[in-house]
């Protein structure tokens, strides 16, 4: 009996607890039809196979070297379809021991039918099992996905990857987030600083099993952050994980790989030649091709050098003794320099005892590893080598340079202050220009002026005064000295030249996003960018570019960067108009800031709570003052200018004449400056505060030339208006005021959906909903009174009949059995009573057209919801938008157009859903379904639909709602004296047969 041979619990996966839910990786796993999570022991692939095992109609199957029988295979599928009440098909023929390929066909067929996936896991026996023919035809159909430790190698998958049915999972995305390692040290109720938490990141290099048992040890207290700083040199209490790696990774290694492996663990970079000569190993390169084979942690880059995990090495390396440990390190240096390899003979030295020339070594290339944000290995090197400051003062400057980075600012001025005179000035001056403090380093780069410099020190003094000349908030010094900024964002911005400053900020960016490097503050080309966009009204944009640098920061582990991120991100809310969420993010970066020493820090979050407050409170003087506070004394006029801009326009929304005093300090402020775009600020306020044709003149000149037109077209950081009709309203005076710019301003206006700028405006949108009750909003007022209830008739009647209706049709659709003086006159009362309703008085004309031809004139303030639906069916919308659509127009006018129109809008609709369906039926059945069961409820007797809905009954494997569906089609379609077409009943019975077998 096929059933005895077959191991059950290998077709069950393994019972796991405390699986954390990772839904990308569900995503992932289903996003193609073929997928492959490859990673070595530890990395969790088993637990994720569980999550999607649980997730959808899967089964499950888990192979050992011993998988001889593909009927034992197929076997165990059929124990798995048992389970989900549909093997008894496969069941019988292995009964009947039928011939294994009519058993894979008939696997085949069930798991397509039923949309089911096969997931395999330790598939790495595959390539040399017996079980490859099956498998290779369940490759070639099915959705499979395989979980193996080692790269699978077979022609299915190659032919899948050129396809792109195949996706892959490896090690990098298995790997714990940030994000998870947070929520596992939440769990357990462990509490650390960002950089503690990176540094736990960086140990475990989330490796999923290491995180695991390091979250076990920091909550009882076996291991602290402070035990993982020097982990190169000395263990930690992770003796379960240790555990783990002995059982996994040695013991299936024979003596001589295991020797091999300990001995190299004490370097953290592996090359067949360094281990030839530290190890006194000629068969290293074999060893290390075998090791990388074998699925165990040892990975190889793109330069050919092999790597162990961290962990890995620090317990290997445990079962040394001190003085092989020493003698090994000592020769590895040695090969290492001969290679120029400085960064690893560093460590070895230092774990030689060599401290003189780690410190000689430290000396001459500390700064570039530092730049290449290698601030760990830095400044643990620099704690090893405190007895050789000494004689190294320059150690004390690279150890300010450490310090400055980590934003542990009045540490970094102490450590300088130890070294050489003039890098100690350049370097205290350095914080200054870091936390935009240009007042404070002025003095400093003054005493530098007058000491001798060489080549390189003149090249970073003429960068830094140039830098902190810009801070100040200068433009023309900085701009003749612009090669010596690292890039022109920051000055095209001071300059107001924001396109410019977008362009400069987004290339930077692209050299920033997930290298290795030091964050730069305040120059970050994604905070810049999000800045940026939020000037300019590109809200989605300037709220990506914020999120993006949050998360850019935090993997930086800079609490200046983080801080400033979330107050760009505030800035990007405002410009959205998600002012509470604004005021979130603006909590979050002075919670932020708190971790470090840094006033500028506050300035940003200061000012957009200023503005919230003022907006919705009429109040901020507190939150202003706070930040006005710091930038007298920090002497950046630049941001002293912008702050009160951002104050002044949240005012102008609730104050006029609070926002008119605080305008007046930011325009002396502007003044000082040489930006055009505060300048625009300052003058489109003011106008709007108190217009006049001078002021419109200035300010329109300004717009054009610099191309500002985006502060009149969409919302932003400064939107000035309340809603639309403020707008153009105030285009309409401008206009009034400058003719010279009519041109200008018409375009502005057509840009806004206008056939061009008009001559008046009623001050409010109209909007007109006929699909449901008609109503009617000015703004977002409902009106209620209608004068002569023929006004809903005749309005209703103007909606459906958009290119306007002659009044002889209109008087003969109201009144057709009145005699025609008297409709004439009715018609007259109700035309007068719609047009109260609809305009004010003097706007008259502006919505509702009264000559010959009645019609409603399309306007960006006329917003009809029919309109905009048959906008929508005209268009290639999505399923979604289609599904948010009414099902009806109004049936509460008795009017024949009107009927007419229900009955195109919900054959249309119907027909849309339909095509809809049939777009996603075989990725998406559910929505498929949802989409016909909507154009049913549209038209019962739809054979359209019921087709759909039947193939999506049969794709999901649900006979019952594919009998249901044909009834109920049946039954709508005898009521109206018809009977299903032969399509439809040739379809029902072939889909009923299909479910059968």
Same mark, same amino acid.
């Given at each position: ?879 979604? =938008? !289609?599904?948010? %659509?009414? &099902?009806?127009? $109004?049936? #509460? ?5 009107? +009927?007419?129109? /229900?009955? *195109? ?66 039954? =709508? !379609?005898?009521? %109206?004296? &018809?009977?299903? $077409?032969? #399509? ?5 019975? +072939?889909?009923? /047969?299909? *479910?059968?077998?």
């Amino acid at each position: 009996m096929w059933r005895e041979d077959i191991p059950e619990h290998r077709t069950r996966p393994p019972q796991l607890r405390g699986v954390m839910d990772r839904p990308h990786l569900l995503q992932d796993m289903q996003a193609t039809r073929l997928c492959v999570v490859q990673a070595p022991a530890g990395y969790g692939k088993t637990s994720v196979l569980y999550r999607l095992y649980h997730a959808q109609k899967c089964l499950w199957y888990t192979m050992d070297t011993d998988d001889l029988q593909p009927v034992h295979l197929i076997g165990a599928f059929a124990l798995g379809l048992e389970r989900l009440g549909l093997g008894d098909r496969l069941t019988h023929l292995l009964d009947e021991q039928a011939p294994i390929s009519k058993l894979v066909d008939t696997l085949i067929g069930t798991l397509i039918q039923h949309g089911i996936t096969l997931i395999i896991d330790e598939a790495q026996h595959l390539p040399e099992s017996p079980l490859h023919g099956v498998m290779r035809k369940l490759l070639e159909q099915n959705r499979v996905v395989l979980g193996t430790r080692r790269p699978i190698h077979l022609p299915e998958l190659v032919k899948a990857r050129a396809s792109g049915e195949l996706g892959v999972i490896s090690s990098n995305e298995l790997s714990f987030s940030a994000a998870e390692f947070m929520t596992m040290l939440q769990q357990a109720q462990v509490q650390l600083s960002p950089a503690e938490v990176q540094l736990c990141l960086n140990v475990t290099e989330g490796w999923p099993i290491a995180t695991r048992y390091l979250v076990q040890a920091l909550s009882s207290g076996r291991v602290t952050p402070r035990t993982l700083e020097d982990l190169e040199l000395r263990g930690a209490g992770l003796g379960e994980l240790f555990a783990y790696v002995a059982q996994e990774v040695l013991e299936p290694l024979d003596p001589g790989l295991q020797s091999f492996l300990r001995r190299s663990s004490v370097f953290e970079v592996l090359t067949p030649e360094i281990m030839e000569e530290a190890l006194e190993e000629p068969l290293s390169r074999t060893h290390l091709e075998t090791l990388a084979r074998s699925g165990t942690f040892l990975s190889r880059d793109a330069s050919g050098a092999y790597h162990a995990h961290p962990l890995l090495r620090t317990h290997l390396r445990s079962t040394l003794s001190e003085e092989e440990q020493q003698q090994i390190a000592a020769r590895g240096a040695l090969a290492y320099e001969k290679r120029s390899r400085f960064r690893n003979a560093l460590n070895a030295h230092l774990l030689s005892g060599n401290l003189e020339r780690a410190a000689e070594l430290l000396c001459e290339h500390g700064s570039r590893w530092l730049m290449e944000g290698r601030a760990r290995l830095v400044g643990r090197a620099l704690n090893l080598l405190s007895e050789r400051f000494g004689a190294h003062p320059e150690l004390h400057i690279l150890q300010g340079d450490v310090l400055r980075h980590a934003c542990r600012y009045p540490e970094a001025i102490a450590a300088y202050r130890q070294g050489p005179e003039l890098e100690a000035l350049l370097g205290e001056a350095q914080v200054y220009l870091d936390t935009v403090s240009p007042l404070h380093a002025v003095p400093l780069l003054e005493k530098v002026a007058h000491l001798p410099r060489n080549e390189a020190q003149e090249a970073r003094f003429l960068t830094m005064q140039a830098e902190n000349a810009l801070n100040e908030g200068e433009v023309e010094r900085p701009r003749r000295h612009i090669r010596h900024l690292t890039s022109p964002a920051r000055l095209h911005l001071r300059s107001g030249q924001l396109r410019e400053a977008l362009h400069a900020a987004t290339h930077a960016s692209r050299d920033e996003k997930g290298l290795p490097r030091l964050a730069s503050g305040h120059r970050e080309g994604l905070l810049l960018s999000s800045l940026l966009h939020a000037f300019l009204g590109q809200t989605e944009e300037a709220e990506q570019c914020a999120r993006e640098g949050i998360r850019e920061s935090e993997r930086l582990v800079s609490p200046f960067s983080l801080a400033l991120a979330h107050a760009r991100l505030g800035h990007a809310l405002i410009s959205a108009g998600k002012f509470e969420e604004a005021r979130t993010a603006y909590l979050n970066s002075l919670e932020q800031g708190q971790v470090t020493v840094a006033p500028r820090l506050r300035i940003e979050a200061q000012m957009g709570l200023a503005h919230l407050d003022a907006r919705l409170y009429g109040r901020g003087e507190e939150h202003a003052e706070k930040a006005r506070a710091v930038l007298q004394d920090s002497g950046d006029r630049w941001m002293y200018a912008l702050m009160h801009l951002i104050y002044a326009y949240g005012l102008h929304h609730a104050s006029t004449q609070k926002s008119r005093q605080v305008l007046s300090e930011a325009a002396g402020a502007v003044r000082s400056l040489h930006d055009p775009f505060l300048q625009c600020l300052c003058d489109l306020l003011e106008y709007l505060q108190t217009p006049g044709p001078e002021l419109a003149h200035r300010l329109l000149h300004n717009m054009e030339s610099h191309d500002y037109s985006f502060l009149l077209l969409r919302p932003s950081l400064f939107y000035p208006f309340e809603n639309s009709s403020e707008r153009i309203q105030a285009l309409i005076l401008l206009k009034a005021h400058s003719p010279e710019h009519s041109l200008y301003l018409d375009h502005l206006a057509e840009q806004l959906g206008y056939s061009g700028l008009p001559d008046r405006h009623p001050g409010y949108t109209l909007r007109i909903e006929l699909l449901g009750p008609l109503k009617v909003f000015r703004d977002q007022n409902p009106i209620e009174d209608w004068g002569r209830a023929r006004a809903r008739d005749l309005l209703a009647l103007l909606v459906v009949s958009p290119e306007g209706i002659t009044r002889d049709v209109a008087i003969e659709t109201l009144y057709p059995e009145e005699a025609p003086e008297i409709a004439e006159r009715n018609f007259r009362i109700v035309l007068h009573a719609l047009g109260q309703t609809l305009e004010s008085e003097d706007a008259k004309g502006y919505f509702l057209e009264r000559s010959d031809v009645l019609k409603l004139k399309p306007s960006p303030d006329l917003k009809v919801d029919l309109w905009e639906a048959f906008r929508v069916l005209d268009s290639s919308c999505s399923p979604e =938008a !289609l599904l948010n %659509l009414p &099902l009806n127009l $109004s049936t #509460q006018f008795d009017l024949a157009a009107l +009927e007419d129109q /229900r009955v *195109l809008y919900r054959t249309r609709l119907e027909r849309a859903l339909v095509q809809a369906g049939e777009q996603v039926l075989h990725q998406n059945p559910i929505q498929a379904t949802t989409l016909a069961e909507r154009a049913l409820m549209l038209e019962k007797a739809s054979e359209d639909a019921t087709r759909l809905l039947m193939r999506c009954a049969h794709l999901q494997g649900q006979m019952d709602v594919l009998h249901r569906s044909y009834q109920r089609c049946e039954q =709508a !379609l005898e009521d %109206l004296g &018809l009977r299903p $077409s032969s #399509q439809t009943r040739n379809l029902y019975v +072939e889909l009923n /047969r299909a *479910l059968l077998h």
